[in-house]
């Protein structure tokens, strides 16, 4: 069963791992690339199987089928035939002394019922379908939230490093206009203009900092790690 079930996740996984693929068309020459999708086709699994562990919705939905299983394997009992026993034993001295034994077996099918019992099972059965389903929609729910989650943290982590190397240049411009306007090479233009990108620059950073903290916070919620319920919230 496990084996099926990763098969299905492996065959729901195709299109993803086919789009980060293309996503790297030179990784069959250059080892770079290469290594960057062997990472990304890494922990995009890794972060599915995560959330299939951990993710609460699907433990409830989980559960929802074992309960509805439950109840079909009663109503499947309780449709049959039943037997009862009755074993009695009990020693007489009078008139004639011995040991008394006695089995009363009782047979009983819900013949007369109204088909009451076949309905109960018919009931039982749509509801461990209804349920299954339940759980299948909401494994396609997790996924999408991981995947839309990762994304956004990629995409995060891009623009983090990109107000880095912008915060960096910018540092070095205001110095070398401050040099340049000491030195009267440069005017105090100059010094308020690279003044004003360097602010501008460590205003990105901050900000791209937020963005990157608040994907990642996404993604762990998005697998479970950081479920409220989990940690013992309400």
Known sequence: HKTFSSMKTMQKLAPKMNAIRDKYKKAKTDAAQRAKMNQELTDSLKYLERAFARRLDLKRDETNIKTSGANLRISKINAGAQVEADFTEFYRFDPDRGENRSLVATLTYPLFDAGRSRADVRQARAQVEQTEQQLELSRQRVQLDVDQSYLLRDEARARLQASGSALG??????????????????????????????????????????????????????????????????
């Open 169 to 234: 240049a910018a540092k070095i411009n205001y110095e070398a206009a401050t040099a340049a306007q000491k030195e009267g090479a440069g005017t105090i233009i100059d010094v308020i203009t690279a003044q004003t990108q360097l602010v501008t620059a460590e205003t990105n950073e901050v900000q791209a900092v937020y963005d990157f903290l608040t994907a990642d916070a996404r993604l762990k919620r998005a697998v479970g790690d950081n479920d409220p319920y989990t940690a013992g919230g309400r």
